[in-house]
């Protein structure tokens, strides 16, 4: 399990202030689970809507397009819609695209070496992390 990569991206969006009571949202999130807060959180401001299913799947890896989708919903950005096909390997018309190319024409994502994106990869730490300072304009100083 990379819980690491779910508490990164809560991490990302605890600058939405939202402070609420809740009850569980998500059937698979019960109540006293470890992330049930800012799940919840998450889920109220919009920046996670869960599965079609109604479940969340807390322990399910967050891919490199969810990652981004979400770090752009919790920093109230919306991606230019005109931005698309700008890898190879990201569908056109996809749920992701507009997401993935907008952050590549921002240069907060550059792809890999081979020129591709690699959309539904797991993120690793890494990359979220760097995904995180670009979207969130977080400067890190030099060493």
């Known amino acids: 399990m990379h819980r690491w990569k779910i508490s990164l991206t809560l991490i990302a969006a605890s600058s939405l202030a939202v402070t609420s009571v809740f009850a569980a949202v998500f059937p698979d999130v019960p109540t006293g689970h470890i992330f049930q807060d800012p799940i919840e959180q998450l889920a109220s401001a919009g920046v996670i809507n869960g599965n079609p299913d109604g479940n969340f799947y807390p322990d399910r890896d967050v891919n490199r397009a969810e990652m981004l989708k979400m770090l752009y919903l919790a920093?109230?950005?919306?991606p230019d819609p005109t931005s698309v096909r700008c890898f190879p390997d990201v569908l056109p018309g996809s749920?992701?695209?507009?997401?993935?190319?907008?952050a590549a024409a921002m240069r907060?994502?550059?792809?890999?070496?081979?020129?591709?994106?690699k959309p539904s990869q797991n993120v690793n730490r890494v990359?979220?992390?760097k995904m995180i300072q670009e979207v969130f304009e977080i400067t890190v100083p030099d060493i």
């Open 108 to 117: 907060y994502v550059a792809g890999y070496s081979d020129g591709s994106f």
């Open 127 to 129: 990359e979220a992390l």
């Open 75 to 78: 920093q109230g950005r919306q």
């Open 95 to 102: 749920w992701y695209e507009s997401f993935v190319c907008d």
